[in-house]
């Protein structure tokens, strides 16, 4: 026994009801129920298809949102630190020959600090698109994991406020990591914690615990309000400090972080009381065997 699903006049389906009792026959009744049931599931398609049709909507809405949103951040936050170097740039044009030597290192000091804000969030916005476009690979190997933290100290400690940052790891530590992955985790962690953390010391330590490699990093700032804490790994945000801290920045260093570590099969962390200082930790795991099996850390 057989009958259609209609939706609007249109054959969308056909319902079938099958009896393997021998002799047994159906009634007129039957057909009835089982065009009743027919009825009952066009319904279900037609809600289905309103459902489906509402979530696109709603996707597409939040990614025009998501794109304006993108480019109002970008916008701004590059037509600040071009609109000094420019200024700069004019000064310089204009008055080269009246001005004295400490005047011109002093605006040649202001061009390259904003010339660094700009190469720092075209460096954000290309590595969040790469992450975006495509996975990159992972590829683990064994690694010291302290002479590799100080190496990479070593670049920091040119920046300002660099010498601020300081080791605290164990010699013999070992484990299985991607070294440039990691590298960018530090970068964009460090680069965080000295633009929001201008004063008091910066710590990078790293331990293993049970099967993971857990780096953090450790700073005397302001500290981020725990309303905001789950919400600092997501792209573009910026909290209230960070909107109104002199510093530019892309909402993006702490998102790459996140994907990068769980594109590892790791995980990212914050500890942070307001007013006291913050602690980003990456957990990540330690050997090949621990990252094929890994479900995330418990905490």
Known sequence: MATPILLHD????????????????????DLDLLALFADQAALEVEHARLFES??????????ARLKTEFLSTASHELRTPLTLIHGYAELLRMRASRLSASEVTEMADEILGGSTTMIRLVDDLLDFARLESSRPNVEPRRLDV????????????????GDRVTADIPGALVADVDPSLLQQILRNILTNALQYAPH???????????EWLVVEVADEGPGIPSREQERIWE???RGEHARVSPHRGSGL??????????????????ESTSGRGATFRVWLPRTQRAAEHSCGPVR
């Open 235 to 237: 792209t573009f945000y």
């Open 10 to 29: 249109e054959l969308i389906g056909v319902l079938v009801a099958i009896d393997e009792q021998p002799g047994r026959r159906f009634e007129e009744q």
């Open 200 to 210: 008091g010391p910066i710590v990078v330590r790293a331990r293993l615990r049970a």
């Open 54 to 63: 509402v979530a696109m909507t709603e996707g597409l809405r939040e990614l």
């Open 146 to 161: 302290e002479q590799f933290v100080r190496h990479q100290l070593t670049a920091i400690h040119g920046r300002p406020g």
């Open 253 to 270: 260093g702490l998102a790459v972080v996140k994907q990068l570590a769980e594109l590892q099969g790791g995980r990212v962390e914050i």
